[in-house]
């Protein structure tokens, strides 16, 4: 069974940073496409950021130059660097693969950025 569990969310300020992570488990991390999504209130689920098995990263324009999305593969898990943080980043923050599959995702962690 694949469980995706996110941490490393919380409250913070405008221009600070957090790091997120998404420890995987009945999954190799290293050997699939992995990203990570956010939704905010009243919005859709959105990409933010993705690495393939071959350690290419990719970002959302909206994130791009703050967010940095990295692999462990002792440890099988998946960070999401976030710095200058701003209010519009606020949203729940999920792992998963890419593209997603719907029964891997979790619960998130929640970034709230204040300002």
């Known amino acids: 069974q694949v469980r995706l569990v996110e941490s490393g969310g919380g409250l913070v300020q405008a221009g600070g940073s957090l790091r997120l992570s998404c420890a995987a488990s009945?999954?190799?991390?290293?050997?699939?496409?992995m990203a990570w999504y956010r939704q905010a209130p009243g919005k859709q689920r959105e990409l933010v950021a993705s690495i393939t098995s071959g350690g290419s990263s990719n970002y959302a324009d909206s994130v791009w130059g703050r967010f940095t999305i990295s692999l462990d593969s002792a440890r099988n898990t998946v960070y999401l660097q976030m710095n200058s943080l701003k209010p519009e980043d606020t949203a729940v923050y999920y792992c998963n693969t890419m593209p997603p599959y719907p029964r891997f995702w979790g619960q998130g962690t929640q970034v709230t950025v204040s300002s």
């Open positions: 009945g999954i190799r991390a290293s050997i699939n496409n």
